[in-house]
T-cell receptor, first 111, second 114 residues
């Protein structure tokens, strides 16, 4: 089955700096790669996603890149703000059905 | 739509007791998922349903865990007997499936087994 690895587990940046979170997946059948943000005590919520027929996608300060050959995908947050502090999960989905999550990255943005 | 609704929000029980967690998915969503979240193991997929039929239960930890979906608007996750290591936040999520795979999570049920 699918296995998703995520790094780093913790990331601390200064407000205004960029943050990058990297993930790898194992199942070549995976074709949908979402990213979820979970604030403390809250539910995970989708912030951006990318499908395997696209190499890059951007939404304001957030961008995702996908390298299908290497089975790598990354989340880039630019101009970080304190409200970006949360746990971020990458995930992979073979066929867009069941979704397997990485272990999560706890992002701290220092004001 | 009210979103995915889970109950109870918090449950504290003693080892050996039966626990039942409940979920109402978003109307029109054909897929329902149960996840368990712990610090050690992250978000684990336990089981998912399509049109009320269990499709993949390979994540269910052991026979003490069971899940049902008697109709399109209701699902339960049962643990019997419960053990302290079952303590976690259990999330239910629903989606429209392949063409709209975004997961919509409920607020979760925090289970503490003493």
């Amino acid at each position: 089955g699918e296995n998703v690895e995520q790094h780093p587990s913790t990331l601390s940046v200064q407000e205004g700096d960029s943050a990058v979170i990297k993930c790898t997946y194992s199942d070549s059948a995976s074709n949908y790669f979402p990213w979820y943000k979970q604030e403390l005590g809250k539910r995970p919520q989708l912030i951006i996603d990318i499908r395997s027929n696209v190499g890059e996608k951007k939404d304001q300060r957030i961008a995702v890149t996908l390298n299908k050959t290497a089975k790598h995908f990354s989340l880039h947050i630019t101009e970080t703000q304190p409200e970006d502090s949360a746990v971020y999960f990458c995930a992979a989905s073979p066929g867009g059905f069941k979704t397997i999550f990485g272990a999560g990255t706890r992002l701290f943005v220092k004001a | 739509d009210a979103g995915v609704i889970q109950s109870p929000r918090h449950e504290v029980t003693e080892m050996g007791q039966e626990v039942t967690l409940r979920c109402k998915p978003i109307s029109g969503h054909d897929y329902l998922f149960w996840y368990r979240q712990t610090m050690m193991r992250g978000l684990e997929l336990l089981i998912y349903f399509n049109n009320n039929v269990p499709i993949d239960d390979s994540g269910m930890p052991e026979d003490r865990f069971s899940a049902k979906m008697p109709n399109a608007s209701f699902s339960t996750l049962k643990i019997q007997p419960s053990e302290p290591r079952d303590s976690a936040v259990y999330f239910c999520a629903s989606s429209r499936g392949q063409n709209a795979p975004e997961l919509f999570f409920g607020e979760g049920s925090r289970l503490t087994v003493l």
